[in-house]
């Protein structure tokens, strides 16, 4: 008589291999396209709240009939709305009015009033901050 081998235990294994090897490339190719999703999303969020404003100093004057405060100007030329903050002269923070939001291209006058006052033919320097961190410096000479 010839002996029967059993070719059942192989194909078992062979199946469960198979099976196996299914659910982990299905699994993986879920996990995958759910993590791109999700970090794509996230990175466009990222990158919205940690877009920096961009303003430029368009001029700086004296306020006729003043020695202490100046007159700037400041344009907004990114695309994002800022909030003009700060304003400091020679290193020192100045009392400002009309500071506040502006929208993209947008221009904004805000006048800075110092302490003590300013001598000609001396260049000072001016730096607007806004609360997103952006700024600008730009040099004057009353």
Same mark, same amino acid.
């Not at 008589?1 to 190719?29: D, N």
């Not at 999700?38 to 004296?62: C, F, H, P, W």
């Not at 009033?113 to 700024?135: A, Q």
């Given at each position: 008589?010839?002996?029967?081998?059993?070719?059942?235990?192989?194909? /078992?294994?062979? $199946?469960?291999? #198979? &099976?196996?090897?299914? !659910?982990?490339?299905?699994?993986? +190719?879920?996990?995958?396209?759910?993590?791109?999703?999700?970090?794509?999303?996230?990175?466009?969020?990222?990158?919205?709240?940690?877009?920096?404003?961009?303003?430029?100093i368009s001029?700086?004057?004296?306020?006729?009939? /003043?020695?202490? $405060?100046?007159? #700037? &100007?400041?344009?907004? !030329?990114?695309?994002?709305?800022? +909030?003009?903050?700060?304003?400091?002269?020679?290193?020192?923070?100045?009392?400002?009015?009309?500071?506040?939001?502006?929208?993209?291209?947008?221009?904004?006058t805000i006048?800075?009033?110092?302490?003590?006052?300013?001598?000609?033919?001396? $260049?000072?320097?001016?730096?607007?901050v806004c609360?997103?961190?952006?700024?600008? +410096?730009?040099?004057?000479?009353?």
């Amino acid at each position: 008589m010839r002996a029967v081998k059993s070719r059942k235990g192989v194909s /078992t294994i062979v $199946t469960a291999l #198979i &099976v196996a090897a299914l !659910i982990v490339t299905v699994s993986c +190719t879920v996990i995958y396209f759910w993590a791109k999703n999700y970090i794509d999303t996230n990175l466009a969020e990222i990158e919205k709240r940690t877009q920096l404003g961009q303003i430029v100093i368009s001029s700086i004057t004296m306020k006729p009939g /003043t020695n202490n $405060t100046v007159v #700037i &100007v400041v344009h907004n !030329i990114g695309e994002k709305t800022v +909030t003009l903050d700060k304003v400091y002269i020679d290193g020192i923070e100045a009392n400002i009015s009309g500071a506040g939001e502006m929208a993209p291209e947008n221009t904004k006058t805000i006048t800075a009033v110092v302490e003590g006052s300013f001598n000609s033919g001396i $260049t000072y320097t001016v730096k607007v901050v806004c609360t997103d961190g952006c700024s600008d +410096t730009k040099s004057f000479s009353p």
